[in-house]
């Protein structure tokens, strides 16, 4: 007997369900599916609900989006294979599930990399983010808005971890990535790649002792419940891409594609002002529960980072890449 993963079985049910959208849809108009791991009322997923409003409003209802939350079509990794497949039409991730995939991806998430956040805006608005963009269309995926995700730092349950010293021999929860694991090991922590859903059972039964994200996740995953300490080590501040299924997107004629990308873009604005509110919210509710905020010595850690660049940006392409948007 086959055993499914809960994955496994949001998948199968996912397409199992496309011929039943697919008849309604030809019946009654279009409706695109949209998966994220967070849960309702997150930034991410009212920026694509506003971006869902201004296409049902812009195609007189023809052409619905519908919002899928907290992780009810699976993890990121797999609503990313399901969106480069069909399954599904859009998935909000972060950028390390494509690192493996989309190699400028990679660029994306190195330490200390983006100045602060008006510098990633800015990079991420211009030029070189159409560039990053179209890179992931040989993938399967169109990569419709980027939206923010904060700067990441490290939560944990032992002890703070201002100093790099602190965090050595800790277990740290890291996102499926080879960069990621890589990051953990240069500041002396012990790697763990776990799956989202999967970081609160593993703080509270010790599988591991911290975990690394941005204010608000950490706020709404209720991690502050069992990692008390929350360091601003602020070592990474990148972007999270909001990616079409490119079987879906070429299903679709021009002025539909248009109106989407059009919408798209408008969302990004709404989804930015709605983070900026959320991490002041969640900075006071941690705290408010218990959770100490405190200050790393970020040039002790970025020190330790630069192994990262000497093993992972070694191509041309990827060199010239992190170049142009350090001088962005």
């Known amino acids: 007997m086959t055993v499914l993963t809960p994955s496994r079985r949001a998948l199968l049910a996912a397409t199992l369900a496309t011929p039943w959208i697919a008849n309604r849809a030809a019946a ?40 899928f939350h907290s992780r009810q079509l699976g993890e990121e990794k797999d609503t990313l294979e399901q969106t480069r497949f069909g399954v599904i039409d859009f998935t909000r ?24 956040t008006a510098h990633m805006h800015k990079v991420m608005d211009g030029p070189l983010g159409e560039e990053i963009g179209r890179d992931t269309t040989s993938y399967g995926l169109v990569t419709m808005a980027y ?6 730092s490290f939560y944990t349950k032992p002890r703070s971890v201002q100093e790099p010293d602190a965090l050595k021999g800790l277990k740290i929860r890291v996102q499926q990535s080879d960069m990621w694991v890589a990051l ?58 909001l990616a079409m299924s490119k079987r879906s997107y070429d299903k679709l004629a021009k002025p539909d594609q248009e109106i989407l990308r059009q919408a798209a873009k408008e969302s990004v604005p709404h989804m930015r002002k709605l983070w900026t509110a959320m991490e ?27 192994p990262i660049y000497d093993q992972f940006v070694k191509d041309a392409k990827l060199k010239s890449l992190v170049e142009r948007i350090r001088a962005a």
Do not use: C, W
Not at 203 to 225: I, K, M, W
Not at 288 to 306: N, P, T
């Open 28 to 67: 009654q108009g279009i409706t695109l599916r949209a998966a994220d791991i967070h849960p309702d009322g997150y930034p991410t997923i009212e920026g694509v609900k506003f971006m869902g409003k201004l296409v049902e409003e812009r195609t007189g209802g023809r052409i619905r989006i519908q919002m």
């Open 93 to 116: 991730v972060n950028t390390a599930p494509l690192n493996n995939l989309v190699p400028a991806t990679i660029a994306l998430g190195l330490p200390f990399l983006f100045r602060d």
């Open 147 to 152: 939206y923010d995700s904060g700067a990441r």
């Open 184 to 241: 953990m090991r240069a500041f002396g922590a012990n790697a763990t790649p776990l799956p989202f859903g999967e970081v609160y059972s593993a703080l509270q039964t010790g599988v591991v002792d911290g975990a690394e994200n941005n204010e608000p996740t950490y706020f709404t995953s209720r991690h502050f419940e069992v990692a008390k300490f929350y360091t601003r080590t602020e070592h990474s501040n990148s972007p999270e891409i």
């Open 280 to 306: 002041e919210e969640a900075r006071a509710k941690v705290v408010a529960g218990g959770a100490q905020i405190l200050d790393a010595d970020k040039a002790a850690y970025e020190k330790l980072s630069q």
